[in-house]
């Protein structure tokens, strides 16, 4: 091979190269838009819906839920219950994070997520819903994106802002434990 063909393939490759690198931005901002447009970040409170009352467990419910079902103490009732109660988590970081996590595991109906900070690196030691590729994220979108994937089921309203005296009524009564 000539130096005049390895220049050549090299010259060729650079050019494969930024090619690559510019498809996998656009593939991470498609990613990044298509989270964004799935679940809608809040930045103020706004009237939610009524949380629709579910009449029985689906099958898939009834896998999912099995264990606990199992419990006298819950039942397919208790299970039915869970489903139509809401709960506003206040702080998406070290507490809120295995809070929200149990709670959307256990099937409760509406979580709100509400957090005005972002993801570091140096919370993913101890806020488990959040990883590398979530830094710089608002964590309540963040803490609603891994939600969605552990149970699809339950509807994650992330908040970016913070409590504050002018809001807390108006975001508290969002969250009837029942619907």
Aim: hydrophobic share 40%.
């Amino acid at each position: 091979m000539s130096q005049e063909e390895v220049c050549f393939l090299k010259a060729k490759l650079k050019e494969q190269e930024k090619e690559i690198a510019a498809l996998k931005n656009k593939l991470a901002q498609l990613k990044e838009e298509s989270h964004t447009s799935v679940l809608e970040l809040h930045k103020k409170v706004t009237p939610l819906s009524r949380l629709e009352a579910t009449q029985a467990l689906s099958n898939d419910d009834i896998m999912r839920y099995s264990r606990q079902l199992l419990l006298p103490e819950l039942g397919v009732q208790g299970q039915l219950n869970l489903s139509k109660t809401s709960v506003l988590v206040v702080g998406c970081g070290g507490l809120g994070c295995p809070l929200a996590q149990y709670l959307a595991a256990a099937g409760i109906g509406r979580l709100g997520l509400l957090d005005y900070d972002e993801v570091e690196l140096s919370n993913l030691h101890r806020q488990v819903l959040h990883g590398e590729e979530n830094k710089g994220w608002a964590k309540a979108l963040s803490a609603a994106t891994a939600l969605r994937r552990l149970n699809s089921t339950v509807e994650c309203i992330p908040y970016h802002l913070q409590l504050s005296p002018g809001n807390a009524l108006q975001l508290i009564q969002q969250y009837p434990q029942k619907s």
